[in-house]
Every structure is written in structure tokens, then in C-alpha cells.
């Protein structure tokens, strides 16, 4: 057991899930089709698109792009909506630690793919995707700067515990933010 070993992992299917060739293609455009979105579309953000502004940028951005949810699955659009959630990930994977693991199950999209990103520090994951879904229903442009602020705070209370992996989190003393509310209330 490793120590970025989930429970899904366990699965035959996730591990099937990772090495499908469309997930492998869809990796292998990931650099290129975010640097063409940033270029595109987040000049505004200059030199930092890998920030918090940066998503507060992308996710206005996504409201003007698609004025309702049914406008993301527009065939015009597939592409567009995939580089908003390339770059959602993108940012929270190089500033949290996370990394992209492939869990399908969204089936709008028809391609059998769900990028998603996990973390280190805990169970919780950020399907991308639903992610860039949410934030067109909702149209507020906070949903995405709350992402960044959530996993800055859980990222910085378990680095002060010295960032234990996973296999250690009870040793360490880290109880992951997913468990916390069950915590205060017993």
C-alpha cells in the first residue's frame, strides 16, 4: 500500500479507468490545450493564471461563454467546456499538490471520461467537469475561488503536521477536512 493509495484504488475498474487510451489521449493534450485556453482567454490575469484571480477570471469567463447549462454539451462548445475544466485542474493540481486521475461516470459528455483532481491531505476530490457545471448554473463566480480557499486551508494545517502521507494521517494526528464536522459534533 502506497501512500496515495484511496479506496477506489482498490477497484479493478479504476485502474482499467487510468490506462483507457482515451484517457491517455486526453492527458496527452492536457499542456497543449490549457496554454492555448490561457492565451485565449486569460491574458487578463498576465503573468499568474496559476492563481486565485485567475479562477475568479475563468470561472466570469465560463458565465459568458455558456449562459445556461445546456449550452456546455453544444457540439461547438465540447472542446471550450474540456479547457475550462483542463484549467480549473490544472491550476489546483500545481498549486495543492493533486494530480489527475480519471473516475467516469459524468455521462454528459459522452466520452467516457471524468477528469478529476485529488489531493494528498484528503478524501475529498474535484471532478472538473461538475466543477465548470456548477459554476454556469450558478453564475456568481465564487464557486471556483471557494475551491482555491478550501484546499489552501487544508493544504496549510497539514503541512503543519509535516505532511504525512496518507498511510500515516491517524499516526500524525491529521483528521481530513471531510471528517472534521463528524469530529466536532461527538
Excluded at 496527452?28 to 486569460?42: G, T, Y
Excluded at 498549486?95 to 475529498?124: H, Q, S, V, Y
Amino acid at each position: 500500500m502506497s501512500d496515495r493509495d484511496y479506496e477506489y484504488e482498490g477497484c479493478e475498474q479504476f485502474h482499467l479507468d487510468q490506462q483507457s487510451p482515451q484517457w491517455i489521449t486526453w492527458q496527452a493534450n492536457l499542456d497543449f490545450e490549457v496554454a492555448a485556453f490561457v492565451a485565449e482567454h486569460l491574458a487578463v490575469v498576465g503573468n499568474e493564471p496559476w492563481s486565485r484571480d485567475g479562477l475568479v477570471h475563468a470561472e466570469l469567463a465560463a458565465t459568458r461563454f455558456f449562459p445556461t447549462r445546456k449550452s456546455l454539451w453544444l457540439p461547438e462548445r465540447l472542446v471550450l467546456a474540456d479547457q475550462f475544466g483542463m484549467y480549473l485542474g490544472e491550476v489546483l493540481r500545481r498549486k495543492f499538490r493533486g494530480e489527475w486521475i480519471n473516475l467516469p461516470g459524468t455521462p454528459d459528455w459522452g466520452d467516457g471520461l471524468g477528469p478529476t483532481i485529488r489531493f494528498p491531505f484528503t478524501n475529498l476530490i474535484t471532478e472538473v467537469r461538475d466543477s465548470l457545471v456548477c459554476a454556469v448554473q450558478d453564475r456568481g463566480g465564487q464557486n471556483w475561488p471557494a475551491l482555491w480557499d478550501d484546499q489552501l486551508r487544508y493544504l496549510r494545517e497539514w503541512r503543519k503536521l509535516g505532511c504525512p502521507p496518507r498511510t500515516e494521517w491517524e499516526q500524525a494526528g491529521w483528521v481530513p477536512p471531510e471528517d472534521l464536522e463528524g469530529r466536532r459534533g461527538a
